[in-house]
Nanobody, 123 residues
Framework: VLLQAFGGGLVQAGGSLRLSCAAS?????????IGWHRQAPGKQRELVAGVNIQGNTNYADSVKGRFTISRDNAKNTVYLEMNSLEPEDTAVYYC?????????????????WGQGTQVTVSS
């Protein structure tokens, strides 16, 4: 399975960005949940939002009400709509996949990783 993340960039505080995570390969059926994670310099990677094959979602408290995760099954793509961005949201964002359908916050529970995309929010 190949996961590819797109859509990062530089935005001012209060602005918006949409990230995309495209899954491809012959074993995409093995992924039952996709999560967007982020890692800021000097900090551990953390899950910010996840969606599973049933359409259930879960969010970190820090992004609830500002970020929305969605999926397009026909395109094998998961999106992360990020609004009201804050400088604290600055990080490299990664999409991860796992075989189980539970949206688990521990990064060690995610088995497949795409390359990261940088999101920088200026104050």
């Amino acid at each position: 399975v190949l996961l590819q993340a797109f859509g990062g960039g530089l935005v001012q505080a209060g602005g918006s960005l949409r990230l995309s995570c495209a899954a491809s390969g012959s074993t995409t059926y093995a992924i039952n949940a996709i999560g967007w994670h982020r890692q800021a310099p000097g900090k551990q990677r953390e899950l910010v939002a996840g969606v599973n094959i049933q359409g259930n979602t879960n969010y970190a408290d820090s992004v609830k009400g500002r970020f929305t995760i969605s999926r397009d099954n026909a395109k094998n793509t998961v999106y992360l709509e990020m609004n009201s961005l804050e400088p604290e949201d600055t990080a490299v964002y990664y999409c991860g996949g796992r075989s189980g359908s539970a949206i688990i916050f521990a990064p060690s529970a995610w088995h497949y990783w795409g390359q990261g995309t940088q999101v920088t929010v200026s104050s």
